[in-house]
């Protein structure tokens, strides 16, 4: 062991000014904390402002906002899990790692940081979803959830169970903290540290922890200003998406209404079976606390469900929606909570740089949507909050455009370790001061692969500006109805934020376009991608 440590220790110490000796070192080099939970949206965070979140705070993401740095323009490179977590270990863009679609595709050769970090002499841990399908590579530890995982009485593989899932009792978001937690007590101290802690919620179906089963439930949510847009302007692709409030939400599987699970048409969709099995998974102490929330409430609205009008039975099932997701959020920013106060108690938060984000952003009925996918605003975006008060100031906020792909070569750059020359994203650290450089990136590359899939979303790459958005949706239409395609949509965001005009081919909009096709073009030029 010694003699691993003395060898990859060697280069380090070269590059790092701090040369008098490895404990010292250690000292000197932060902890890495990188929370990362599952379609939570920019939207729901007070820090970020949104009208939605003024209903349902998050004081505890704030805290970490107020004390850090808040990212007002964050972004993934391919907004879906699997491929949005190559990017975070990989620093490359999708068709780079190999990880493309949700269901297969990670290029397991490429490193890893986290192979890079422990060779560097940290201990490193990954706790909850980690979904790709190979082996969690570079950590300590680990306890990774089965695929998505369960909200309910989990199973967790761990480094020593021998590939088996082993069930637990509990909710997910308190198991993967307190397994976190769990990690960081049995640590070996003389080492940094760094830990994923990688949240299940608020994944679709949205089932919120026991004692937040009546939070909002007289709260009525604001419906965004795209709730009924028409999709006229756009593409195609934004009519023949299989992710609407309206159509593609189940009142069993999605919203809960269990009551249902024997009655056609509602019994129906390919997914129901889903609620089904979560509930029975439940103990019979846990089934009873829901059904005591949820029962009752089932029954009111399914009584009187024939007498609704479409319109009023599509704002019950956006309440629904907001109501649980929001549930799932609370939980969430309470276990940051507990979390960061654990790191106050150990004396751990002058030292740890502590990483909030999503593994994208997700619809919060803009479009009159729920899912992910497309590269409009709200699933592009993802919320980004860091805190590290070694290097920022607190209140911080900044516009600076970055990307998933940019945490690797961060985390590698906080450990002193060199970034390998493939890897496409660049270190944050160089925002910490506030000041945006003069050099930093000025446009974003995005790229979506998964179609044919389950809500329909057709394949897309594009570029973003700090003002512009291009896309150009692609390929041939292989699902239902859908034809071959090759559309693409101009946004000016600052006048027309919410991306409901489609400029491309409109007079005096040519310059523009020229400049971003371009960027376009040499994007997908010295990148190599290989589609689109
Ligand atoms: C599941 C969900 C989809 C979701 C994908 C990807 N269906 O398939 O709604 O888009 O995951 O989500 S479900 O019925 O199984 O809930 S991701 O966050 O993992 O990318
Ligand atoms: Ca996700």
Redesign the pocket.
């Known amino acids: 062991n010694f003699k691993r440590i003395s060898l990859v220790i060697l280069p380090i110490s070269i590059l790092n000014p701090y040369s008098y000796g490895q404990k010292e070192q250690n000292k000197s080099r932060p902890n890495i904390i990188h929370i990362m939970t ?2 939570h949206s920019f939207q729901t965070i007070s820090a970020y402002g949104h009208p939605l979140s003024k209903l349902a705070p998050t004081p505890n993401l704030d805290r970490l906002a107020n004390e850090g740095m808040l990212f007002q323009q964050a972004f993934v490179e391919n907004s ?2 699997t491929p949005s977590r190559a990017c975070l270990m990989t620093g490359l863009y999708s068709h780079q790692n190999g990880q493309r679609q ?1 269901g297969a595709g990670i290029d397991s050769t490429k490193t890893f940081f986290s192979e890079l970090l422990e060779q560097a002499g940290y201990q490193t841990a990954v706790v909850g979803k980690w ?1 790709m399908q190979c082996e969690p590579k570079g950590f300590d530890y680990y306890s990774v959830l089965n695929d ?1 995982g369960d909200y309910y009485n989990p199973s967790f593989k761990t480094k020593d169970s021998h590939g088996k899932y082993i069930r637990e009792e509990g909710y997910a978001t308190n198991l993967i903290t307190t397994h976190s937690i769990d990690f960081l007590e049995n640590r070996d101290q003389n080492k940094p540290f760094c830990l994923l802690v990688h949240h299940k919620a608020p ?3 949205w089932m919120p922890e026991a004692k937040y089963y009546d939070l909002y439930e007289n709260t009525e949510f604001p419906k965004p200003s795209t709730f009924y847009d028409d999709y006229e302007s756009r593409c195609s692709a934004a009519r023949t998406q299989d992710m609407t409030i309206d159509k593609t939400m189940t009142f069993i ?1 999605d919203l809960k209404l269990n009551e249902l699970k024997d009655t056609p048409p509602y019994n129906q969709g390919w ?1 129901d079976g ?1 609620l089904q099995q979560a509930m029975n998974q439940m103990t019979p102490k846990q089934r009873e606390a829901w059904d005591k929330s949820y029962h009752a409430r089932n029954m009111e609205f399914i009584n009187k469900m024939d007498r609704l009008s479409e319109n009023e039975i599509l704002d019950w099932k956006f309440q629904r929606y907001l109501k649980d997701y929001l549930r799932c959020i609370k939980s969430i920013d309470d276990e940051v909570g507990r979390l960061l106060d654990y790191l106050e108690k150990e004396n751990l938060l002058d030292n740890t740089i502590i990483v909030y984000t999503s ?1 994208q952003g997700f619809y919060m009925g803009e479009h009159g949507w729920f ?1 992910k996918r497309f590269m409009y605003e709200e699933s592009f975006r993802t919320p980004l909050i860091v805190g590290y008060p070694k290097a920022i100031k607190a209140g911080t906020k900044t516009e600076a455009l970055v990307q998933n792909i940019d945490f690797a070569p961060t985390y590698l750059s906080l450990a002193g370790v060199e970034k390998p020359s493939e890897m496409s994203g660049v270190s944050l650290e160089r925002l910490f001061s506030g000041k945006t450089p003069k050099d930093w990136r000025k446009d974003l590359y995005y790229h979506y692969y998964d179609y044919p899939a ?2 329909n979303v057709r394949r897309h790459d594009g570029v973003r500006t700090d003002r512009y958005k291009l896309i150009h949706f692609y390929g041939k239409g292989l699902m239902g109805e859908d034809q071959d395609i090759n559309c693409n949509e101009l946004f000016d965001l600052k006048e027309d934020p919410t991306e409901l005009n489609n400029l491309y081919g409109k007079r005096g909009y040519e310059n523009i376009t020229k400049q971003l096709q371009t960027t376009l073009d040499n994007y997908r030029k010295n990148l190599k991608v290989d589609e689109f």
């Open positions: 599952d379609d879906l899990s949700l979904h998505q994944h679709r179906n599987y997914s889903g593994d899912d389950v809500h």
